[in-house]
């Protein structure tokens, strides 16, 4: 399985720059990272995802490392509704075919 | 347009009993995909139809559980002999295709097993 590590929780306050971190040591030339959230008590939502290149949407920025063993989602200005569990996963083959891990859940502090 | 939607949102059943667990994509994506996700877990693949045969179903726990997609559109997951630690959201997804497009998820059908 792909595997990617990324931290349990993490806490920010509202209206600031959030960098969520994952790692993915293990990544092969031909898997997308992808990263989605899921809000309590509800199905994951797509946020971003990329191949080798930075990418920007009105979500999110997706920043990945040059050798692509890590990369950064970058919230701009993390409000209370982005308060959720995020995952980074990799989909492994070309194919979306995800491992979640257990993502990281972030507090957002009015 | 319509999102994915999921029959039923929860279903209380008992150890033995049968259940069928339904999913309606989004219109015209062709890949769907079925999740489980217990408590404090991020979602377990289950299995992924392209079209109406099954791509990869290596995520099934084991024989009890089968999932169809007869005519490309819905599908059904089906668990036999339900044990409690089925228990568990069953989430169902799909995509316009399996390459490199966003997955669009149900709000996922909690099943409880007493």
């Known amino acids: 399985d792909a595997k990617t590590t990324q931290p349990n929780s993490m806490e920010s306050n509202e209206e600031e720059p959030v960098h969520l971190p994952c790692n993915h040591s293990t990544i092969s030339g031909t898997d997308y990272i992808h990263w989605y959230r899921q809000l309590p008590s509800q199905g994951p939502e797509y946020v971003i995802h990329g191949l080798t290149s930075n990418v920007n949407n009105r979500m999110a920025s997706l920043a990945i490392a040059e050798d692509r063993k890590s990369s950064t989602l970058i919230l701009h200005r993390a409000t209370l509704r982005d308060a959720a569990v995020y995952y980074c996963?990799?989909?492994?083959?070309?194919?979306?075919?995800?491992?979640f891990g257990s993502g990281t859940k972030l507090n957002v502090k009015p | 347009g319509a999102g994915v939607s999921q029959t039923p949102s929860n279903k209380v059943t008992e150890k033995g009993k049968y259940v069928e667990l339904r999913c309606d994509p989004i219109s015209g994506h062709t890949a769907l995909y079925w999740y489980r996700q217990s408590l404090g877990q991020g979602p377990e693949f289950l299995i992924y139809?392209?079209?109406?045969?099954?791509?990869?179903d290596s995520g099934l726990p084991n024989d009890r559980f089968f999932a169809v997609r007869p005519e490309g559109s819905v599908s059904t997951l089906k668990i036999q002999r339900t044990e409690r630690g089925d228990s568990a959201v069953y989430l169902c997804?799909?995509?316009?295709?399996?390459?490199?497009?966003?997955?669009?998820f149900g709000p996922g059908t909690r099943l409880t097993v007493l």
């Open positions: 997804a799909s995509s316009l295709t399996l390459v490199g497009n966003e997955q669009f």
């Open positions: 139809f392209q079209g109406t045969g099954a791509a990869d």
């Open positions: 996963i990799l989909s492994v083959d070309n194919f979306n075919k995800f491992y």
